[in-house]
């Protein structure tokens, strides 16, 4: 079997069962950037003042973490292009950020929807931010992935906790970007990481495990109400969101491609979360 870490061609799709080449990303998010928004901003915006009291501040910081430049990222990325002759990943990655911040502009047009301003600063979000200008392109996209982990759960716990059909038509939206967003991140991972040893994979994962639960204490005081409201309290939200990473080390694992259980299928992990876009609603 093809192995993806060497010799990437951007033109050509990699060998390896559903590993996806950077081609098929920036065709896949081109696509998604050129689609429907299928949001419905016909009906309006109206929250309850239960709601806005629970939701507000929290949705203001997701929003402050979705509109990121991803300036550093892109400089990683291209070294990593240069280094790797993967040419279409700069591409390909440049269309994902323009995704994010679109779910910006869109959480945007929610909070002035509802009356409310957009926030300039989170501690939250400038110690990720640093952090990741100081970090290569694999601790980059490993916090980065964390943060996409934690989103996963918290636009379903969002949609959860409001009665606003808008809101949960956005978050829904949100929440099927961002299925593909881990799955792009993770393989990203995987190939950066392929001929690593068992153990230093295994070490990584550990690493990135706290990596995720430190993060759930960091964000758990401003944005518990929300996972409450949504029917998830910190143990619950710490099980969704390991599971959801299980999901994405699947993806980046090489032994799910080379034995092909990830052939034509998802990570077997998958259907153990709770939150998958099917049982969202
Ligand atoms: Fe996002
Ligand atoms: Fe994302």
Same mark, same amino acid.
């Given at each position: 079997m093809t192995d993806p870490s060497r010799g990437i061609q951007s033109t050509e799709p990699i060998?390896?069962? +559903?590993?996806?080449s950077s081609l098929f990303w920036k065709k896949h998010f081109k696509r998604t950037r050129d689609?429907?928004?299928?949001?419905?901003? +016909?009906i309006g915006a109206s929250l309850t003042d239960d709601e806005r009291k629970a939701i507000v501040a929290s949705v203001q910081e997701f929003q402050m973490g979705e509109r990121s430049e991803g300036k550093n990222l892109m400089r990683f990325a291209i070294q990593h292009a240069i280094s790797s002759g993967d040419t279409e990943y700069p591409k390909a990655l440049r269309y994902f950020i323009y995704e994010e911040n679109r779910h910006a502009s869109d959480l945007q047009r929610f909070l002035e929807a509802i009356g409310e301003k957009t926030i300039r600063k989170s501690w939250i979000n400038r110690i990720f931010s640093k952090t990741r200008r100081l970090a290569g392109l694999e601790l980059s996209i490993s916090i980065l992935v964390t943060a996409e982990v934690v989103a996963t759960v918290y636009y379903a716990a969002l949609a959860a906790a409001t009665d606003s059909i808008l809101l949960k038509s956005l978050c829904r939206k949100i929440l099927r970007d961002e299925d593909w967003h881990i799955q792009f991140q993770f393989q990203r991972l995987g190939l950066l990481r392929w001929n690593r040893s068992k153990v230093q994979n295994r070490f990584a994962k550990t690493l990135h495990g706290v990596l995720l639960f430190l993060t759930l204490i960091a964000i758990w005081p401003k944005h518990g109400r929300v996972f409450r409201r949504g029917g998830m309290g910190f143990r619950r939200l710490v099980s969704e969101t390991f599971c959801e990473l299980h999901v994405g080390f699947e993806w980046m694992d090489r032994n799910s491609y080379r034995k092909g259980s990830l052939h034509n299928s !998802?990570?077997?992990?998958?259907?153990?979360?709770? !939150?998958r876009p099917e049982t969202r609603g």
């Open positions: 060998v390896s069962n +559903e590993m996806k689609g429907d928004s299928s949001i419905t901003w +016909e !998802l990570p077997s992990t998958r259907d153990r979360c709770h !939150l």
